[in-house]
């Protein structure tokens, strides 16, 4: 088995509910393929970069997977057939991280001073 991480956009209009019965979905399709998803994250509403079918916002979800080939043709397959989906990305992975990903840390760049190399500074 591999592993995957498998992120997808569903339309805006969709409720919050609809999106978590969606993963429930899809998470039974992996186990029925002998996968196992190994965690799950709602990223949130989020605006898009550009407009995709008439759509500016997008519920973000993203899929850590343990699963075989034909678990995961049958899990994009599905998810390519769903139409309250409007994009999606998977991808194959050396290791899941632990934890939280990066999209679900808090991003401290405003609150933390830069550090910049010795002889740089920012001038405004």
């Known amino acids: 088995m591999s592993l995957y991480e498998s992120t997808f956009v569903v339309r805006q209009d969709v409720s919050r509910a609809d999106v978590t019965k969606l993963v429930d979905t899809f998470t039974d399709i992996v186990k029925q393929h002998g996968g196992n998803v ?7 509403l989020r ?48 290791s899941i991280e632990e934890g939280p990903s990066a999209m ?7 609150d933390e001073a830069l550090d910049l190399p010795p002889g740089l500074e920012i001038v405004a």
């Open 38 to 44: 190994v965690k799950h994250e709602y990223w949130g």
């Open 47 to 94: 605006n898009l970069a550009y407009k995709i079918n008439k759509n500016r916002k997008g519920h973000y979800v993203m899929l850590a997977l343990d699963a075989s080939h034909d678990a995961m043709k049958e899990l994009e397959r599905n998810i390519h057939l769903h139409e309250d989906i409007i994009r999606t990305l998977t991808v194959r992975v050396d």
């Open 104 to 110: 679900m840390q808090k991003s401290g760049r405003d």
